[in-house]
């Protein structure tokens, strides 16, 4: 069972910097498409950004485009998403997602991914 355990989150100002990681804990995940999904209380899960196995492929929600960048190291088995120029809309639960399939089997959407990771928690402040 791939088991995905993110961290990074925490409380930033307007127009700060973080950067998440999230670790598998096997190296198998090396071959999967990886994604990043946050979740604002009362609202959906919304897709952020992924990526493929070798990294020659993203995609990005637009909200994002410019101010996300996601990454992966695959000799550490983690995937990155640098967040620059945050804005309090921002403020959710961000996820980490894996999955066999690249294309995403439906998009970007919460379906084309089999495993999770619980969730780091990212507050924008004004």
Known sequence: QVQLVESGGGLV????????????????????????FRQAP?????????????????AYADSVKGRFTISRDNAKNTVYLQMNSL?????????CAADRSWPLRV??????????????QVTVSS
Not at 87 to 95: L, Q
């Open 13 to 36: 100002q307007a127009g700060g910097s973080l950067r998440l990681s999230c670790v598998a804990s096997e190296r198998t995940v090396n071959t999967y498409a990886m994604g990043w």
């Open 42 to 58: 009362g609202k959906e899960r919304e897709f952020v950004a992924a990526i493929n196995w070798s990294s020659r492929s993203t």
């Open 87 to 95: 804005k309090p809309e921002d403020t959710a639960v961000y996820y």
């Open 107 to 120: 998009g970007p959407h919460p379906k084309s991914f089999d495993y999770w990771g619980q969730g780091t």
